[in-house]
């Protein structure tokens, strides 16, 4: 009898299944992408605590159509460039193109290609025309912090705006009254202070969810930056701004202008909003919940700057205020092991985001509650805190806190661990342990010796191994160019080197026994060249060490001057030649053989540049005076072949042949030397002819008589 033809059971079910739960709207969930934003008007959804948590959909703006994609286009690449013939003509450009853009700025925003062209108007653009980018986006802000691209754009606007605040505030009521009125009669005047406040105000409510956004966090970040009137760190260690976010450069600005914003004030409207910030980014979060937010990787680091601005914009008293977030992680009082405070603390400590609240508390916390926090938990942990590659950075918070007598017995257990810590390239808490000692003024002799242990060869102490250089065959070799533990070891020996003694020796030691071979190969590299231009403008580094490590350049300064590293350290020379004149004078011989190869390198000509070359070469005797009166002769001691007025014997030594500068000098100098000595001849005999005609015109007159 046939069967009955059907699918197999489990699969089918399975779909069937799958179909029922897509064709149920309430269990259909909305999938957020990076093009659809929030409407205003729209309700948001209730968190457990009654604070919104976020938008159900978001609007779309639409699209630019082809003309004016293209438009656009080159308009960014117009101002990438900056080749405009003069700042006229830029201004009048970007007017014409804001003139275009009225009414398509949130698309802009939202497209990948133009919101870098918007953000480049941003730098480049007044305080009327940022003005009216701010209005266009007001009531929007809230959909705009969320998205990948516009989100950029509003950091940017943030930062050019905020200086713009400090400004209107310090002007008088009569000078804003003198303004200009503008072309727009419909246009209504509008404070940057005020367009800061109304932002604020679309976006209260939703903080705690802006907190943990992708996009959105980072802007809340810079605004609460603007807010306290604080300096923008710069660097992607600063955790402001994404690790991937896109450099927008305009050609022939100053560096970075996007991202410099520095200390100003700020009106007391700011620091109110910012109050009610703080206040409300955690008011409706339970105590577990705030401490989750420690480590999570959005919201720790809008944490951190949130604690951080508490307790250094309104006082250390915040402590004792049960609303404050500093008193919601850390309630007890006192904090002893098996309080809550205690869980918190041992559980962030070795937590890659939660060590950094824990570093923000340790270093903004007041006295009395840090004293409390290192003698329970880190007195005598400091020691295995410095070996943890996470804790050993809350160890070298800690140290910059410790008084005299702490910091000695702190440094008595970190010093147990250094030959470990060098084994494993964890040198970082060292350099900060002897920053500290010496600041604290605390012998740092039992550092000098593990060191010296850690580090020595064949030859004693190497600063080759420290620089994570090796020697194979007479060459000093690098497997990474670039790698940390090469940064790490050259930070550690230019600090041992701000030491006045015994542990800063060892670098000036071990640097001035090097060939002139391996010398030379160090200059060359990008960053063991760092510690080798620190040594030659150190103030502890010895005239007779300064001496020693510039000679080894000798005929390779010309070569040496063309490097992108090596330069750096002939830019190091000039001031390294203090209290020796004749040696800088050396050296500008040297580059000025090389004059031709030198103009025609980007990098030979800063050098060029730097030593003020062209005036050795047109007023040799005015560089001569600049350059003794600069450098000086302290300690100066010339050679016995010399006359004694610091300038180097022109001789010829053995197996070195004279340039020719020095044979035309040395021509210059006999024949000069032989006029001078025809000319004090002839005076004589002038003056011999001179006197007997004397006489026999006086004996004359006498018989006369």
Same mark, same amino acid.
């Given at each position: 009898?046939?069967?009955?033809?059907?699918?197999?059971?489990?699969?089918?079910?399975?779909?069937?299944?799958?179909?029922?739960?897509?064709?149920?709207?309430?269990?259909?969930?909305?999938?957020?992408?990076?093009?659809?934003?929030?409407?205003?008007?729209?309700?948001?959804?209730?968190?457990? &605590?009654?604070?919104?948590?976020?938008?159900?959909?978001?609007?779309?703006?639409?699209?630019?159509?082809?003309?004016?994609?293209?438009?656009?286009?080159?308009?960014?690449?117009?101002?990438?460039?900056?080749?405009?013939?003069?700042?006229?003509?830029?201004?009048?450009?970007?007017?014409?193109?804001?003139?275009?853009?009225?009414?398509?700025?949130?698309?802009?925003?939202?497209?990948?290609?133009?919101?870098?062209?918007?953000?480049?108007?941003?730098?480049?653009?007044?305080?009327?025309?940022?003005?009216?980018?701010?209005?266009?986006?007001?009531?929007?802000?809230?959909?705009?912090?969320?998205?990948?691209?516009?989100?950029?754009?509003?950091?940017?606007?943030?930062?050019?705006?905020?200086?713009?605040?400090?400004?209107?505030?310090?002007?008088?009521?009569?000078?804003?009254?003198?303004?200009?009125?503008?072309?727009?009669?419909?246009?209504?005047?509008?404070?940057?202070? &005020?367009?800061?406040?109304?932002?604020?105000?679309?976006?209260?409510?939703?903080?705690?969810?802006?907190?943990?956004?992708?996009?959105?966090?980072?802007?809340?970040?810079?605004?609460?930056?603007?807010?306290?009137?604080?300096?923008?760190?710069?660097?992607?260690?600063?955790?402001?701004?994404?690790?991937?976010?896109?450099?927008?450069?305009?050609?022939?600005?100053?560096?970075?202008?996007?991202?410099?914003?520095?200390?100003?004030?700020?009106?007391?409207?700011?620091?109110?909003?910012?109050?009610?910030?703080?206040?409300?980014?955690?008011?409706?979060?339970?105590?577990?919940?705030?401490?989750?937010?420690?480590?999570?990787?959005?919201?720790?680091?809008?944490?951190?700057?949130?604690?951080?601005?508490?307790?250094?914009?309104?006082?250390?008293?915040?402590?004792?205020?049960?609303?404050?977030?500093?008193?919601?992680?850390?309630?007890?009082?006192?904090?002893?092991?098996?309080?809550?405070?205690?869980?918190?603390?041992?559980?962030?400590?070795?937590?890659?985001?939660?060590?950094?609240?824990?570093?923000?508390?340790?270093?903004?916390?007041?006295?009395?509650?840090?004293?409390?926090?290192?003698?329970?938990?880190?007195?005598?942990?400091?020691?295995?805190?410095?070996?943890?590659?996470?804790?050993?950075?809350?160890?070298?918070?800690?140290?910059?806190?410790?008084?005299?007598?702490?910091?000695?017995?702190?440094?008595?257990?970190?010093?147990?661990?250094?030959?470990?810590?060098?084994?494993?390239?964890?040198?970082?808490?060292?350099?900060?342990?002897?920053?500290?000692?010496?600041?604290?003024?605390?012998?740092?002799?039992?550092?000098?010796?593990?060191?010296?242990?850690?580090?020595?060869?064949?030859?004693?102490?190497?600063?080759?191994?420290?620089?994570?250089?090796?020697?194979?065959?007479?060459?000093?070799?690098?497997?990474?160019?670039?790698?940390?533990?090469?940064?790490?070891?050259?930070?550690?020996?230019?600090?041992?080197?701000?030491?006045?003694?015994?542990?800063?020796?060892?670098?000036?030691?071990?640097?001035? &026994?090097?060939?002139?071979?391996?010398?030379?190969?160090?200059?060359?590299?990008?960053?063991?060249?760092?510690?080798?231009?620190?040594?030659?403008?150190?103030?502890?580094?010895?005239?007779?060490?300064?001496?020693?490590?510039?000679?080894?350049?000798?005929?390779?300064?010309?070569?040496?001057?063309?490097?992108?590293?090596?330069?750096?350290?002939?830019?190091?020379?000039?001031?390294?030649?203090?209290?020796?004149?004749?040696?800088?004078?050396?050296?500008?011989?040297?580059?000025?053989?090389?004059?031709?190869?030198?103009?025609?390198?980007?990098?030979?000509?800063?050098?060029?540049?730097?030593?003020?070359?062209?005036?050795?070469?047109?007023?040799?005797?005015?560089?001569?005076?600049?350059?003794?009166?600069?450098?000086?002769?302290?300690?100066?001691?010339?050679?016995?072949?010399?006359?004694?007025?610091?300038?180097?014997?022109?001789?010829?030594?053995?197996?070195?042949?004279?340039?020719?500068?020095?044979?035309?000098?040395?021509?210059?100098?006999?024949?000069?030397?032989?006029?001078?000595?025809?000319?004090?001849?002839?005076?004589?005999?002038?003056?011999?002819?001179?006197?007997?005609?004397?006489?026999?015109?006086?004996?004359?007159?006498?018989?006369?008589?």
């Amino acid at each position: 009898m046939p069967k009955e033809h059907r699918k197999r059971g489990r699969r089918e079910e399975q779909k069937k299944r799958k179909r029922d739960i897509d064709d149920d709207s309430s269990a259909k969930r909305h999938k957020k992408d990076d093009t659809a934003h929030l409407d205003h008007d729209e309700p948001a959804q209730n968190g457990a &605590n009654g604070e919104r948590t976020g938008p159900d959909e978001l609007p779309y703006y639409g699209m630019l159509d082809d003309d004016e994609q293209e438009y656009f286009r080159k308009a960014n690449e117009m101002l990438e460039l900056n080749q405009f013939e003069s700042p006229e003509d830029r201004t009048v450009f970007i007017a014409s193109v804001y003139q275009e853009a009225d009414g398509k700025e949130l698309k802009l925003a939202h497209s990948l290609t133009c919101s870098r062209l918007l953000e480049r108007l941003i730098l480049l653009s007044s305080p009327d025309q940022l003005k009216s980018l701010f209005q266009k986006f007001s009531g929007h802000f809230l959909n705009i912090v969320q998205h990948r691209f516009a989100s950029h754009c509003c950091e940017a606007l943030f930062i050019q705006a905020a200086p713009h605040v400090t400004t209107e505030s310090a002007a008088s009521p009569s000078e804003i009254l003198q303004t200009p009125p503008s072309s727009d009669p419909a246009q209504v005047f509008v404070s940057m202070e &005020n367009l800061f406040l109304h932002t604020l105000v679309e976006l209260q409510g939703y903080m705690g969810f802006l907190m943990t956004d992708r996009y959105a966090s980072h802007v809340l970040r810079v605004l609460l930056v603007v807010l306290a009137g604080a300096q923008l760190e710069k660097g992607k260690k600063s955790g402001m701004q994404s690790k991937k976010k896109e450099k927008i450069a305009i050609s022939g600005m100053e560096k970075d202008r996007e991202h410099v914003l520095e200390k100003r004030a700020v009106p007391a409207s700011f620091l109110d909003a910012l109050e009610r910030v703080i206040n409300d980014s955690v008011s409706g979060m339970e105590p577990h919940a705030l401490r989750s937010l420690a480590i999570h990787p959005l919201g720790g680091p809008t944490l951190q700057l949130l604690l951080k601005l508490e307790l250094s914009h309104f006082g250390k008293s915040r402590v004792k205020d049960e609303k404050s977030i500093i008193h919601r992680l850390l309630p007890d009082n006192p904090i002893a092991e098996g309080t809550e405070s205690a869980t918190f603390i041992n559980g962030i400590v070795y937590d890659p985001v939660g060590s950094r609240l824990l570093e923000t508390i340790i270093e903004n916390a007041p006295g009395k509650l840090f004293k409390s926090i290192y003698g329970e938990f880190f007195k005598e942990r400091m020691g295995s805190l410095s070996r943890n590659e996470i804790a050993s950075y809350v160890a070298g918070k800690i140290l910059e806190r410790l008084g005299k007598d702490d910091l000695d017995e702190a440094m008595r257990q970190i010093v147990d661990q250094i030959p470990g810590l060098v084994e494993r390239n964890r040198t970082g808490i060292i350099k900060t342990l002897i920053e500290r000692c010496v600041a604290r003024e605390v012998d740092c002799s039992p550092i000098k010796a593990q060191l010296e242990t850690a580090y020595s060869g064949s030859n004693g102490f190497e600063v080759t191994r420290i620089l994570k250089l090796s020697e194979e065959d007479g060459k000093l070799t690098a497997k990474h160019e670039h790698s940390p533990e090469k940064v790490h070891g050259s930070l550690l020996a230019q600090t041992m080197m701000t030491v006045d003694g015994s542990l800063g020796q060892l670098i000036f030691d071990s640097l001035a &026994n090097l060939s002139p071979e391996l010398s030379i190969q160090l200059a060359r590299d990008s960053t063991a060249s760092r510690t080798l231009q620190a040594a030659l403008v150190s103030k502890n580094a010895s005239v007779i060490f300064r001496r020693k490590m510039i000679q080894q350049f000798y005929g390779k300064i010309g070569e040496l001057a063309l490097d992108p590293a090596a330069s750096r350290v002939i830019d190091a020379i000039w001031h390294g030649t203090a209290g020796l004149a004749f040696i800088r004078e050396r050296v500008a011989e040297e580059l000025a053989e090389n004059e031709n190869s030198l103009r025609e390198s980007f990098v030979g000509r800063a050098v060029w540049r730097n030593w003020q070359m062209d005036l050795y070469k047109r007023k040799r005797n005015d560089w001569v005076k600049q350059s003794r009166y600069t450098a000086g002769n302290d300690g100066f001691q010339s050679f016995p072949e010399s006359n004694g007025d610091g300038m180097p014997p022109q001789i010829h030594r053995p197996g070195r042949h004279l340039t020719a500068i020095e044979l035309a000098r040395q021509k210059h100098a006999a024949a000069k030397a032989a006029q001078e000595k025809e000319g004090k001849k002839a005076k004589r005999g002038s003056h011999a002819t001179t006197s007997s005609s004397g006489s026999s015109s006086k004996a004359k007159s006498l018989v006369a008589q």
